[in-house]
Each structure stands twice: as C-alpha cells, then as structure tokens.
C-alpha cells in the first residue's frame, strides 16, 4: 500500500463522521459530499506527516468548507429557508451512515430552526452542541475568540431551544399517532384528525417547481386540519409505507412504485406538532424509494 492509498484508508475512517457534521451545516445530502470531498482534497494537498490529529484537523476543514458554502449560498440568495431539507429515509435503520446522519433526533424540523441561524451561529451550535467540539477550537474557523464562539453557540441554542419541537422518544408511541392519521386521512374522517393535531401544529409543504412561490407553511390546528380534502386524496391514491424519516416516524408515498412524497411526522405528548412533506419531483427522483435519502 502507497502512502495516498494509506491516507485516502484513514480518511475512510473518518467520511461518515464528517457527512454528519456537514448535513447538519448545510441541510442538503449533495452539498454534504462536496464538503466532505473538498476535505478529502485538501488532504491529499496537505502535507499529512504534519498532521497529529486527523480527525480534528478534518473536522476543522470541513466546518471551513461549510461554512464558506453557508455564506455563498447567503451572497447568492439562495438559502434553504423557502424549502425543505434533504430528509433521511430508512426502513430498517441499520446502514451506519444513516444512523450517524440522524443521530441525535436531528429531524427536518430542527433542521428547518438550523436555517433560520446565520452561518457563525449555526457553525458554532453544531460543533459544540452536537458534536462536542470545544471552543478553543471552533473559535479559529469562526474569526473569534473562544468567549465570542462561545456567545454564537448560546444565542443558536436559544432559539433552537424555543423553536425546535422536542419528540417523543418512543418510536411505537410515534408510529401509533401515525397510522391515526394514515386512518383519518383514508377515511376523510375529521374529528379523527382533529384528535391527533396539536393546536399549534405547523405543516411545511415543499413542492419544488409546483409550489412557485417556495415551500407553503400552514401554522395551527385549523388550518392544517382544513388540508384533509388534500390528505385524502393522498391516502387513497397512493400506497403509504412506513418509515423512519430522520429517526422520526414518517411515511413513503408512491404511485405505481413512483415516489411522490415523503412526510415526516413530529410528535409530542401523543399530538402531532409538525408535519413535513417533501414532493418536490426533482428532488425526488435522485432519492432511492427503497431507502430514500441513502
């Protein structure tokens, strides 16, 4: 084994560690691989012999990348706010790198609340509160001290803290509130559903190209509820699988084995709290029905 063949086996031991980090910056599975491959770059450009800790130094690179993705995206307008991130598809939940992405309860409605922080906070709060990294260390990639890194990290925690809704923990508690609403929907079944929604329930629909003025945001009970002519006509005509969206219980919807949506349910208390739906047809099709977000 030659020495890039060496580095390129350790840089392999650290890939979906660094996927993680980067789909927590950045929402998006594609921008996420660049930011991991533009490490893997700039490794094979560094001088490694020079490099003590791998890991960290990796870590770093890919904060940087991401960072510098964050506020071009910014200068561009193009940011993540008006649609949904990239969700993450499982059935059965073993393939180590979906567990590492979703770790955490990292659900697209925290994801969602990650958008809304700007870049230096949002940096800060994922390497500090999701990964632990210390602010000695954050506070170079940020141009700040480790007391300003660490003041980033507290104001993105606050609001996430007062916008991001907590789970339940217990999948089976949430899949039981998923098929109440499968039922209603199916059913057109009102009070069903009316039972199930919390009285602050947000619903977040991204239709890509359909939805011409962004992704359409539905907040309380009424009028989520007033949606359940548009869930009924989902339920019915299309078949419905159960999954784990982003650790979460959500739902697969294809039509002939065409996917044509994924939802991702946030539940709390026994009530729903937030209902995700990615419909967007060309995000879509670049995601594997059998293990979309893979």
């Known amino acids: 084994m030659d020495d890039r063949d060496f580095l390129a086996e350790r ?30 770059f700039r490794l094979a450009r560094a001088k490694a012999d020079d490099i003590d800790n791998l890991g960290g130094w990796l870590t770093t690179v890919v904060g940087r990348v991401c960072l510098d993705m964050l506020r071009s995206r910014r200068l561009r307008c193009e940011t993540l ?32 609340i990650l958008e809304s922080l700007n870049p230096a906070e949002r940096l800060a709060f994922v390497l500090h509160d999701m990964f632990g990294m210390p602010f000695e260390e954050i506070a170079p990639i940020v141009d700040r001290t480790p007391a300003a890194a660490r003041k980033l990290a507290s ?31 199916r059913g057109g079944d009102l009070g069903g559903l009316l039972a199930i929604l919390d009285p602050g329930v947000v619903l977040r629909a991204d239709g890509g190209k359909t939805s011409p003025g962004g992704m359409e945001v539905l907040r309380g009970v009424n009028e989520v509820a007033g949606r359940l002519g548009a869930f009924q006509r989902m339920a ?47 995000r879509l099709a670049r995601l594997d029905p059998g293990g979309a977000g893979r």
């Open 11 to 40: 840089f392999e031991e650290h890939r979906v560690h660094l996927k993680a980090i980067a789909y927590r910056m950045l929402g998006s599975l594609a921008e996420a691989d660049d930011a991991v491959q533009e490490a893997w």
């Open 81 to 112: 706010e008006t649609r949904l991130p990239d969700p993450v598809v499982s059935e059965q939940g073993t393939d180590p790198e979906q567990l590492a992405l979703v770790a955490d309860s990292v659900g697209l409605a925290l994801l969602v």
């Open 236 to 282: 019915t005509a299309s078949a419905s699988r159960p999954a784990l969206v982003n650790g979460t219980a959500g739902l697969v919807n294809t039509i002939a084995g065409e996917l044509i949506s994924i939802m991702s349910f946030t539940v709390a208390g026994e009530r729903i709290i937030a209902i995700d739906i990615l419909s967007d047809p060309d």
């Open 155 to 185: 104001r993105a925690r606050r609001r996430v803290q007062s916008a991001a809704p907590e789970p339940d923990p217990d999948p089976v508690a949430q899949r039981r509130v998923v098929d109440a609403f499968l039922t209603a929907a």
